[in-house]
């Protein structure tokens, strides 16, 4: 033993400076952790009371660097008390130095002080940062020193600096240094800080300062400007008249807590809080427990508080109990209540827990809580979201709102709105999941709905349209949500009444949410509606934006069913005593570029007054002056048609009616057959029988190529047009048997071009009928004229009238115009050009009555332009009228169905046929 200590002492007595330069390095990495570098002077001092004094020196902890800086270092420490195992500092002077210490959040700050008996302390700033490396607490010492002053026996403390930018002064006295050696009594304290406004006073023991335990002792805190204190924390507060502390520090050193606490701040008479409990470590907030309560009316603190988007609450009470629980604080016994000006009132009770940094505004980690709404007026102006709802009246919502960390669930929802208002609704239910991001849509839905309205135009102010005035809305549905389905089911929809205009609807609608767009998944609906009076549609038509004929009352009954793939309507369509059953099948794919659509109507009779086809007594309307026409009218525009629908869709469409009757007619088996393919039109009757005649229509249209092109074929014989005319023209001027053929082609984009491309036939023939008196106009003299015009509501008979037109390229030639009745017979030819839109017409009268047996009177010319021909030898207004009542309709012929094939009236007994009697069945 003695050899050793013998070699001890001869190795310490040979070492220098620099080998202890080395060792203390060497030691620092081994059990530190540290890279220590002594750029400076490094020297040590042996003896019972070792010292080291070093300048220059920088020390880095491995996992961060630049960990201290430190201009000069002077340190005496005691060997004798290490063998009981108190670290003893004697001397430390610490000049110009910088000291960062990151507390990570895996590993708890934590701290060993060392027994000081003086300390002398210069310009040193220490800052405590959290593993981002984000600035928490900045101290920055001036002077600071602690020595035993005149050697009396307590320990003084003095300093001055800076805390986060805001300074302050620290002054007090501590125990003796015999009494820390001693450790057999309770060590004081009392310490007076001056911060940032704030007062505090320290006293009490520590009942082992030798191993940091068993502190008790009294704090108490005032301050009138409590902003710049709140400031020191990063945290941006308005400002409050008052704070006060009350409260005992007690623990350990390494974990310190408050007990016993007492905190009030206040703001005049607008803010209030007070805190009381305890906190058993406040470094890691473990064993909190406090009471807090607290009301407020201020508007900065509540804009604080609750954000900028509910800027509209007034007043805001609260109380509950803050507790700690798997590292995150907890609030649990929660009572809120809000309220503003409006009257709208807002209570919440239940449970929330969030976690917080220094500086940082808490995030919340999960929520519960019950909230009950009420408000008189449903424009409460609480959230902006709900500023544009309309005024349906009274408020009342109850719901569970649920928060954990990744959705918001919204349960046992119980809302209620304007329930003795004009609108009134209710919504029950659930919402299981609304995500915070704003791709992502609620899911998990469980809702039932109603919605009541005294008139449905009330609800406009919630729809994008103006919704016409239909009468009440009744609708009830289930809302449910699941694997990304949104079900719309049992939905139940009345509007109006059924002593009026009536709507009704039950069934389901699925909605599928992809890539943040919504698709119809499936629907399977079955729909009602009907109308006891042709007038209960007017509100309707006004919404629709059209005008509809005065159908007969309407009524339609069918199901929907389909989704975005295909979809069907099956039902009945009636129209007064006219029933159409109808079914419509629709289909579209993504492989196909245009959808497809099929249609059947079979209808066994069908009247026309049902179509708001009525019978026109042109005697019972009042007269109307014919416009001058202008001389440069055109007829014909060149502007392009748009074929783009026929283009979009593929149609196939069947109509089946046995009887369709008009008043003194009926007209059997009328079929028609409707193609739409690949942009190609096909319209065909079928055949229409009407009593020992018939009809039947062929229509194409190519709309594919360039220019469109199109056929027209039309046969009608023995078709009573006397009593078909009174339903779709004013002024029946003809009656009689008409027999006609049209056979026409054409092409072109815009009506110019498709007339002037027109080539084809068209002919007709009409008998045993009747033709208006003044249209005998054409076989009187100039002079006679003025004496045989009768009324226009006369008419005389019509034995024959025929007329054939041969068009090519837009020209029409006529070689025959045969008209006879009893008193005179016309013959002549024509031609059309609609290049130039002129005409040129010759007729050649022959009065039957005249006598002398001269029959013939002078030829009649017709020319110029077919808006405004010029007629020669008849220089008096009635040459008008043979211009606005015969040959205009026979330019027209397609359009107003006015026609008949020549080769028909050979079918006919010569005794039946009057135009065979005339001789001019053929040219």
């Known amino acids: 033993m003695v050899l050793c200590m013998a070699a001890l002492t001869i190795l310490i007595a040979t070492l220098n400076d620099n080998h202890y330069r080395w060792i203390v390095i060497r030691a620092a990495k081994y059990f530190a952790g540290l890279e220590i570098t002594v750029e400076g002077p490094f020297s040590v001092k042996l003896s019972s009371e070792p010292s080291i004094t070093a300048s220059k020196i920088r020390i880095n902890d491995i996992s961060s660097p630049d960990t201290a800086k430190i201009d000069q270092l002077e340190v005496k420490f005691a060997l004798l008390p290490l063998m009981s195992g108190t670290v003893l500092i004697r001397h430390l002077l610490i000049h110009d130095a910088t000291v960062l210490i990151i507390n990570h959040a895996e590993k708890p700050f934590n701290i060993i002080l060392p027994i000081f008996e003086n300390i002398a302390l210069n310009n040193v700033q220490l800052t405590i940062s959290d593993d981002n490396k984000r600035e928490a607490v900045c101290l920055l010492l001036g002077k600071f020193s ?23 002064v620290i002054d007090g006295r501590l125990g003796s240094l015999t009494d820390i ?92 809080l007070t805190v009381k409990g305890s906190v058993e470590n406040m470094l890691t907030g473990k064993g909190t427990s406090l009471q807090v309560s607290g009301s407020c009316t201020s508007k900065n603190i509540l804009k604080m508080l609750l954000s900028e988007e509910i800027p509209e609450i007034h007043n805001l009470k609260g109380e509950g109990h803050i507790r700690d629980e798997n590292d995150v604080y907890v609030i649990d016994a929660l009572k809120l209540n809000v309220s503003n000006k409006q009257g709208v009132t807002i209570k919440a009770e239940g449970i929330m827990s969030f976690s917080r940094a220094i500086g940082k505004m808490p995030a919340f980690k999960e929520l519960d809580i019950h909230c009950h709404l009420l408000s008189p007026t449903t424009t409460w102006h609480l959230f902006p979201a709900v500023d544009s709802l309309p005024e349906t009246g009274a408020v009342s919502a109850k719901a569970r709102v649920r928060f954990s960390g990744k959705a918001l669930s919204i349960e046992d929802i119980s809302i209620t709105t304007g329930e003795s208002g004009q609108v009134r609704t209710k919504w029950q239910g659930r919402i299981g999941s609304i995500p915070l991001s704003g791709s992502k849509f609620p899911s998990d839905i469980d809702m039932l709905v109603s919605i009541d309205a005294d008139e449905i135009s009330d609800l406009t102010p919630l729809s994008a349209i103006s919704l016409p005035n239909l009468g009440p809305l009744k609708t009830t549905l289930h809302i449910v949500e699941q694997k990304g389905i949104y079900r719309f089911k049992d939905i139940q929809v009345s509007i109006g009444s059924q002593k009026s205009l009536w709507i009704e609807g039950t069934g389901s609608v699925d909605m599928a949410i992809k890539d943040g767009s919504a698709y119809l998944y499936g629907i399977d609906a079955e729909v009602k509606a009907s109308a006891p009076k042709t007038s209960d549609t007017l509100s309707f038509q006004s919404f629709m934006g059209i005008k509809l004929p005065r159908f007969g009352a309407p009524m339609i009954e069918g199901k929907i069913k389909g989704n975005m793939t295909k979809s069907s309507f099956e039902g009945t369509i009636r129209f007064g005593s006219s029933q159409f059953n109808t079914t419509v099948n629709h289909t579209h794919t993504r492989t196909k570029q245009r959808p497809s659509v099929m249609i059947k109507i079979v209808a066994p009779v069908v009247h026309l007054t049902d179509l708001g086809f009525y019978t026109k007594r042109a005697e019972n309307l009042p007269s109307k002056s014919k416009p001058e026409p202008k001389p440069d009218r055109r007829l014909f525009s060149d502007t392009p048609f748009s074929f783009h629908a026929l283009k979009a869709i593929d149609l196939s469409a069947f109509v089946d009616i046995d009887k369709l009757k008009g008043k003194d007619f009926v007209l059997n088996k009328l079929d028609l057959d409707i193609s739409l393919k690949d942009g190609k039109l096909w319209v065909v009757f079928v055949k229409i029988i009407y009593k020992n005649g018939f009809a039947s229509i062929d229509f194409t249209l190519d709309a594919v190529s360039s220019k469109p092109q199109m056929a027209l074929k039309l046969t009608a014989e023995d078709v009573n047009i006397g009593a078909l005319l009174p339903h779709i023209s004013k002024t029946p001027f003809l009656q009689g048997q008409l027999n006609l053929v049209v056979d026409l082609q054409s092409a072109g984009n815009s009506f110019r071009e498709i007339v002037t491309a027109l080539g084809g036939e068209i002919g007709l023939a009409i008998e045993k009928g009747k033709i208006k008196k003044t249209i005998e106009i054409m076989g009187a003299d100039a002079v006679s004229l003025l004496q045989t015009i009768r009324s226009k509501a006369e008419y005389t008979d019509l034995n024959c009238m025929a007329l054939r037109f041969i068009f090519e390229d837009g020209i029409g030639k006529s070689k025959i115009i045969y008209i006879d009745t009893p008193d005179i017979s016309i013959k002549g030819n024509a031609d059309i050009n609609l290049h130039t839109e002129t005409m040129n017409m010759i007729l050649q009268p022959d009065d039957k009555k005249r006598l002398g047996g001269d029959t013939m009177t002078s030829a009649v010319t017709i020319n110029g332009s077919i808006a405004d021909p010029k007629v020669r030898k008849l220089p008096f207004k009635e040459a008008a009228i043979l211009y606005g009542e015969i040959f205009i309709p026979v330019v027209f012929l397609p359009a107003r169905a006015l026609g008949h094939l020549w080769h028909l009236i050979s079918k006919d007994k010569e005794e039946d046929c009057p135009c065979l009697i005339m001789g001019i069945g053929a040219e």
């Open 146 to 168: 602690l020595d035993n002053v005149e050697d009396k026996g307590h320990l003084h403390i003095k300093g001055k600096g800076t805390l986060n930018a805001k300074e302050f």
């Open 181 to 272: 050696l001693k450790n057999d009594k309770p060590y004081p304290l009392d310490l007076r800080l001056d911060m940032a406004g704030v007062h505090l006073t320290m006293s009490g023991i520590i009942d082992d300062l030798a191993h940091n335990k068993g502190l008790n002792v009294h704090v108490i805190a005032k301050t009138g400007e409590v902003t710049n204190l709140l400031h020191i924390f990063n945290a941006d507060f308005p400002n409050f008249d008052q704070l006060s502390l009350d409260a005992k520090i007690v623990g350990d050193v390494s974990s310190p807590g408050l007990a016993d606490i007492q905190l009030s701040v206040s703001n005049a008479s607008d803010f209030n």
